[in-house]
């Protein structure tokens, strides 16, 4: 009884050979599985009343005995899941918020009043196009001052490209690392489908539960934004002043 009922049971599992697997997948599988988080021995729950899962086999508890609670689970199973899905994609498109500037505005008489002609545009970029790898909890040093994301998208030749990504589930991410010049994009997630949802396109786009800190792209200049004002005539004075009239 397989289906897409994503309950607080435990779908996915870790097979003695290393791969991460659906129970779907799995239940036709020999060997032992464990748990992503924890590493204890799971046990196949493959009936015929309820939805198959995966459930702790406490026989054979970790030597450290470790809590495993159903967030700690989400939250380990979100940076395998999202650290494939970086791997295996071919494009990662990151929608993001930017200005478009009339192109006249560097000499713009008006712009220090703040009277600007500018819009706000949706552009996107392709993160595998300047990130190639992704790491699982790697310490990254962001100004002298140590960080360890969840997972770290990078270019080992242009560190500056780098993006942490951090995985909310019950802890959203520390103001420290807010603070920092460090590009971060925030995956809030409450279930297994939540972590499907994110791996099933090629598409980031802020939102209450994905959010972006860190990120300050340069503005752009269009040159189809209109003027907001029209010179009209401009007064020039005895003493060599000027005075402009214009018209928005």
């Known amino acids: ?14 097979s003695d050979s290393g791969e991460l697997m659906h129970i779907c997948d799995a239940h ?17 729950k493959c009936g015929e009343k309820n939805a198959w899962h995966f459930a702790h086999d406490w026989r054979y508890e ?12 989400l939250h380990f ?5 999202l650290k494939d899905w970086f791997e295996k994609s071919e494009s990662i498109i990151l929608y993001y918020d930017n200005i ?19 819009t706000r545009k949706l552009e996107k970029v392709d993160l595998k196009k300047c990130l ?7 310490t990254v040093d962001v100004n002298g001052d140590q960080y360890r994301p969840d997972l770290l998208w990078r270019n080992p030749s242009k560190p500056k490209n780098d993006i942490f990504v951090e995985i909310k589930v019950t802890h959203e991410c520390s103001q420290e690392k807010k603070n920092s010049s460090a590009r971060i994009i925030e995956f809030e997630i409450n279930s297994e489908e939540d ?14 539960t994905v959010r972006f800190y ?23 004075l005895r003493v060599w002043k000027s005075y402009c009239y214009h018209r928005m």
Not at 77 to 81: D, H, I, T, V
Not at 100 to 118: H, L, N, V
Not at 132 to 138: A, H, S, V, Y
Request: charged fraction near 40%.
């Open 1 to 14: 009884m397989c289906d897409e009922n994503y309950r607080e049971n435990h779908h996915y599992a870790i």
């Open 28 to 44: 036709e599988r020999d060997g032992d599985f464990f748990c992503p988080y924890c590493k204890c021995k799971m046990i196949k």
């Open 62 to 73: 970790n030597d450290d005995k470790r809590e495993c609670s159903h967030e700690s689970y």
């Open 77 to 81: 199973l979100a940076k395998l899941k």
């Open 100 to 118: 478009s500037k009339c192109k006249f505005i560097e000499d713009c008489k008006w712009k220090k009043t703040g009277d600007r002609c500018a």
């Open 132 to 138: 190639t790898d992704c790491q699982l909890e790697k």
């Open 195 to 208: 972590i499907e949802n994110i791996v099933s396109s090629n598409i980031v786009k802020e939102s209450p």
């Open 214 to 236: 860190g990120f300050k792209p340069k503005a752009s200049y269009d040159p189809d934004i209109e003027a907001k004002h029209t010179l009209k005539k401009i007064y020039l």
